[in-house]
């Protein structure tokens, strides 16, 4: 029997962990974007991020912990308009608001272990992060 249950069922539905891998790479990411004022990639970046944030909203309802997801969004919204104002002071005050929501969402959620920082070092050796001069 090949029911729509039974397929349901089968359907690949990712882990709350791996939302938030797939979100850790973004973050990293946009970092540096923002350093190299990138400000196409960045404002890529954050919208990946915000379709994630939404992915956990959406598929991950049995979890208690995403009640609490919403409190990334004003982070989202201010990252945003740094980029729309391509000011880079800015964006790493932002970007440091943006870090610390992680870290009290992982609190609030009794994953403190779990701790988020601004990265150090670009570890994506295969991505140029530099504007394209070519358009
Ligand atoms: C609901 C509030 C919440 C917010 C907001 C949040 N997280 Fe998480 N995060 C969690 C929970 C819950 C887990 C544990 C998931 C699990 O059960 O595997 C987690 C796990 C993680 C992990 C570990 C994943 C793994 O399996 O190794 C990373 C990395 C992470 N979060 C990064 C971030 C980053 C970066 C941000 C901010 C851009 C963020 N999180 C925002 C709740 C949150």
């Known amino acids: 029997m090949d029911s729509l249950e039974q397929k349901l069922a089968n359907t690949y539905k990712p882990g709350f962990g791996a939302f938030m891998s ?21 404002d890529f970046e954050v919208h990946e991020i915000r379709e994630t944030i939404e992915a956990i909203q959406k598929f991950q309802t049995e979890r208690k912990e995403s009640q609490k997801i919403e409190m990334i969004y004003p982070a989202l919204d201010s990252i945003e308009k740094t980029i729309k104002f391509q000011n880079l002071s800015l964006f790493r005050h932002s970007y440091t608001e943006l870090t610390n929501t992680c870290n009290s969402c992982h609190r609030a959620t009794d994953f403190e272990f779990n701790v988020v920082k601004i990265p150090d070092n670009q570890s994506f050796s295969n991505q140029d992060f530099k504007e394209s001069r070519t358009k």
């Open 22 to 42: 797939n979100i850790q790479t973004h973050h990293a990411k946009l970092w540096f974007a923002g350093q190299n004022e990138n400000w196409k990639l960045a």
